[in-house]
């Protein structure tokens, strides 16, 4: 028997998962649970994470977190319990696999479009980080960090995953037109990791392209890995494809600890009253008997599940409404009756179970993620982000008289777009603007000259932020401004 940790969750989450926990008994399923206190109650007691310490340790000891539904209490300062513990735990990988369900119509059900999508998206960076600031009272600054190995766990994840799967195409979900630098990172690695399996047609559409191709022919995809913001966005887009988030199952992925949840909300509005779906937490723990090696119980979970679903039973959120509609505890019901059976449609092979792949590590520090440096690197400038609401060729006459021998002014740029040493006048401002010094003739500057530009430049400025100017073998990595 396998001990993994269960989690309940908030509002509907306790009844779903009793649901979905007397499913896997009634199929014999060799799982024992412990559950752990997580969500908005812990959160109310005074827990800023929203879990306890003891929660914390089982789940670190377990390697495996079931999980319902969870609300992070609004307006209290706190962060997401949900990204909490997906950071935390370092579960890069988000994997949500998007099917036709028969028995829940769709538009393209009946146009007789089978889809069949796996969207695996970054999970730990991005803008989650959620590192953000007030750099004046007008000018919010949220800070977006991709990196090049936290890209490349996550891509060749998707590309481990895909090979497994049988696919013949996974697709580069980006943005790299216009963030090149991130984006453009997030890409560069893709290609990178593309080219270690050739049998794979590996390609990329920008993220809006992809949006509208997906819900026109979303039967043309099989695999797309994105970055973490445009992953969300995407994978709830493609729920929506397939009947929404009742029927989208999610898995967190990491080295040592993944997470199977139902990622639609808590529905407090029928909390208690037996009427949810348990179908997105159902398909979640599917995937997490497959991700244990459970096979057999896998597969006659989701047998039984789809038999039930293409028979036309259903909770009060989809279906017919000619049928009456079932209670959790009777849907539930309906599957256990239906083992053994097998659908008409996509019915799941009988596999024999495999080696257990939950091992449980103990780590004694936390591991450091670097790739090797291939190239010289230098420091070439500086952007020094200034709070004044005076005109752009005022500013730039005080930041000559700063530059001093070793920096030149090469303009100045008001929300991305450069107002001096040209621009338009209309060009609506803000009152933060960023003046960009660079080195003379390109020389290599040190840490002390940037901290001279700064001290200096304070006399006239209050300076917001700064961010160093660096370049790899003559190549600078760093954007320019709409207009430079």
């Known amino acids: 028997m396998t001990k993994i940790a269960v989690a309940k969750g908030d509002g509907i989450g306790p009844e779903i998962m009793d649901a979905v926990l007397k499913i896997f008994d009634a199929a014999k399923v060799p799982l024992t649970y412990e559950v752990v206190d997580m969500g908005k109650w812990v959160f109310d007691k005074g827990f800023s994470n929203g879990m306890t310490a003891e929660a914390q340790h089982t789940i670190e000891n377990l390697g495996i977190l079931f999980k319902g539904p969870m609300e992070t209490p609004k307006g209290k300062g706190v962060k997401s319990i949900n990204v909490t513990a997906r950071k935390t735990w370092n579960t890069y990988a988000n994997k949500r696999t998007f099917q036709t369900l028969h028995g829940v119509d769709t538009v393209f059900s009946k146009a007789g479009i089978p889809i069949d999508i796996t969207i695996v998206r970054e999970n730990i960076e991005d803008t989650y980080g959620g590192i953000e600031h007030m750099l004046t009272h ?32 996974i697709t580069c979900g980006h943005k790299a037109n216009i963030m090149k630098i991130t984006d453009g990172l997030f ?11 050739p049998e794979l047609k590996a390609d990329d559409v920008i993220v809006d392209d992809l949006c509208m191709k997906l819900v026109t022919r979303p039967d043309l995809f099989d695999t797309v890995v994105l970055t973490n913001l445009q992953g969300d966005i995407v994978s709830d887009l493609c729920a929506g494809l397939v009947g929404g988030l009742g029927f989208a199952p999610s898995a967190n992925i990491g080295d040592h600890i993944s997470i199977f949840e139902a990622v639609h909300g808590t529905a407090p509005d029928i909390a208690g009253k037996n009427l949810a ?39 009060g959120d989809f279906g017919s409404k000619q049928t009456p509609s079932l209670s959790t505890t009777a849907f539930a019901e309906a599957i256990i009756n239906n083992f053994g059976k097998k659908p008409q449609h996509n019915p799941k092979t009988d596999l024999s179970d495999v080696a257990n792949t939950c091992t449980v590590y103990h780590l004694d520090k936390n591991p450091m993620l670097e790739s090797v440096e291939g190239s010289e690197e230098k ?48 060009t609506n401002l803000v009152n933060q603007y960023n003046a960009r010094f660079e080195s003379i003739d390109g020389d290599a500057l040190n840490q002390q000259d940037i901290i001279g530009l700064y001290v200096s430049l304070s006399g006239d400025f209050k300076i917001c932020s700064l961010e160093l100017l660096n370049a790899w073998d003559g190549k600078k990595a760093y954007s320019l401004a709409q207009g430079q």
């Not at 190995?149 to 696919?167: D, L, N, R, T």
Request: hydrophobic share 40%; proline share 3%; net charge positive.
């Open 138 to 169: 007008d000018v919010a600054l949220s800070r977006r960090f991709i990196t090049r190995p936290g890209s490349m766990q996550v891509i060749k994840y998707a590309f481990e995953m895909a090979k497994k799967k049988g696919a013949t195409r």
């Open 277 to 315: 779906n348990p179908t997105a937490l159902l398909l979640s723990g599917i995937g997490m008997l497959q991700h244990l090696g459970m096979m057999e119980s896998a597969s006659a979970i989701e047998n039984a599940l789809l038999y039930t679903l293409e028979s036309g039973v259903h909770t």
């Open 187 to 197: 890409l560069e690695v893709f290609y990178e990791v593309a080219k270690d399996y």
């Open 379 to 426: 420091m070439v400038g500086v952007d020094m982000f200034i709070e004044s609401n005076m005109q752009p060729e005022d500013i730039a006459k005080k930041c000559l008289r700063h530059a001093g021998v070793k920096f030149k002014l090469v303009n100045i740029s008001n929300r991305g777009t450069q107002v001096w040493p040209t621009g338009s006048r209309f």
